[in-house]
Antibody, heavy 118, light 109 residues
Framework: EVQLVESGGDLVKTGGSLRLSCLVSGLTFSNTWMSWVRQAPGKGLEWIGRIKSKSDGETTDYPAPVKGRFTISREDSKDTVYLQLDGLTAEDTAVYYC?????????WGQGTLVTVSS | FMLAQPHSLSESPGKTITISCVRSSGSIASNFVQWYQQRPGSAPKTVIFNDEQRPFGVPDRFSGSIDSSSNSASLTISRLKTDDEATYYCQSYDDTNQIFGGGTKLTVL
């Protein structure tokens, strides 16, 4: 069974930083592209970036709203993908999901809540 | 491009409903479309991928299709159950980004 477990969500002040983690099991993580998707309270889904596998260059892509503030990385030895959040604003308050895939999101974690408040 | 979905739909148990997802520019056939089901308080779950494929465990009451004439994708749920009540999101991608539709809240009553 494939499982994705996010952690690291917290209450953080405006301008602060946070690192989220996503531990993956049940598949060959090193071969898997990973994405992060967020959902603001009462809103829809928003893709916030992907990281390719090491064999595909381990490159990352981000949409304009988060480019330069968010950074995705991976540690294949730990079957874990990370999302570094910097320069947080109230608009970043959301549940953050990690997913498998770069162009699609086949498996989803349960999400972790990030709340940004002044 | 954007993906436009109806904000909400309702139907009775046992009936069939179709949720549309219209692509604003570029061909709907250019990139695969996925559909996700999100029940209240839960994470999304894939019900259709690659336009029409069902993950293992998703009942065949769920089907997906694309229509080039209307430049849209559709999710059809037959023999509706109260358990199908959820918000459904379509998703596709361009050269770099993933793009989500705004979601359709389905009420089954």
């Amino acid at each position: 069974e494939v499982q994705l477990v996010e952690s690291g969500g917290d209450l953080v002040k405006t301008g602060g930083s946070l690192r989220l983690s996503c531990l993956v099991s049940g598949l060959t993580f090193s071969n898997t592209w990973m994405s992060w998707v967020r959902q603001a309270p009462g809103k829809g889904l928003e893709w916030i970036g992907r990281i390719k596998s090491k064999s595909d260059g381990e490159t990352t892509d981000y949409p304009a709203p988060v480019k330069g503030r968010f950074t995705i990385s991976r540690e294949d030895s730990k079957d874990t993908v990370y999302l570094q959040l910097d320069g947080l604003t109230a608009e970043d308050t959301a549940v953050y999901y990690c997913t498998t895939g770069g162009w699609t999101n086949f498996y989803w974690g349960q999400g972790t809540l990030v709340t940004v408040s002044s | 491009f954007m993906l436009a979905q109806p904000h909400s739909l309702s139907e009775s148990p046992g009936k069939t409903i179709t949720i549309s997802c219209v692509r604003s520019s570029g061909s709907i056939a250019s990139n695969f479309v996925q559909w996700y089901q999100q029940r209240p308080g839960s994470a999304p779950k894939t019900v259709i991928f690659n336009d029409e494929q069902r993950p293992f465990g998703v009942p065949d009451r769920f089907s997906g299709s694309i229509d080039s004439s209307s430049n849209s994708a559709s999710l059809t749920i037959s023999r509706l159950k109260t358990d199908d009540e959820a918000t459904y999101y379509c998703q596709s991608y361009d050269d770099t980004n993933q793009i989500f539709g705004g979601g359709t809240k389905l009420t089954v009553l």
